[in-house]
């Protein structure tokens, strides 16, 4: 809902209305009211520099002082005017704030391949403390299975004593199911 001009409630316009966070297609306005003005909202209008056509952004039931623009097109010039919304109405516009959208090119040329950042250099020393967990537990695992192989492999051995081994090799070498006493071929001498 546009309010008609000329009908603004008692309601101070914003103040302190910038532009933050200025990227090629996105951008953040922020702004300030006045203490003791009764808002409830806001409504911001976001237009093109020498173009008739407007965003109108509303939002009601909010204390937030600050929206997202979207879908700006980079190295474009825009005018936004904020108002403050009361039950009564709405404030005037705020006073109009010109800002220009980089070009994509220029935000990446800002950092050139041989700047770092303070942030990446953090997350990637974040990312490998992470694979070295990973690293130290999976070979913690792969030393516990091993272990736990050698320990019952000991078990397994300490149970069968050897003289039972040589009389299975000794007696089962000729026989077959069939034949436990000896093979077809086994002669008795």
Known sequence: LLPLKGC??????????????????TAIVTW???????VIGFAVTQQKKDVRMLRYIQEVNTTTRSCALWDLEEDTEYI????????????PPSDPVSFRTPRESEKLASTGPDEVNREEMEQAVQL?????????????????????????YDIIKDNEPNNNKDKAKTSSECSTPEHPQGGLLRSNV
């Open 8 to 25: 603004y409630s008692t309601l101070s316009a914003p103040v302190n209305v910038t532009i933050r966070e200025l990227e090629a297609n």
């Open 32 to 38: 300030e009211i006045l203490e003791g003005d009764p």
């Open 80 to 91: 936004v005017h904020v108002q403050s919304i009361s039950m009564g109405g709405s404030s």
């Open 128 to 152: 490998r403390v992470g694979e070295l967990i990973i690293i130290v537990v999976v070979l913690v695992m792969w030393a516990g299975v091993i272990l736990l192989f050698c320990r019952q």
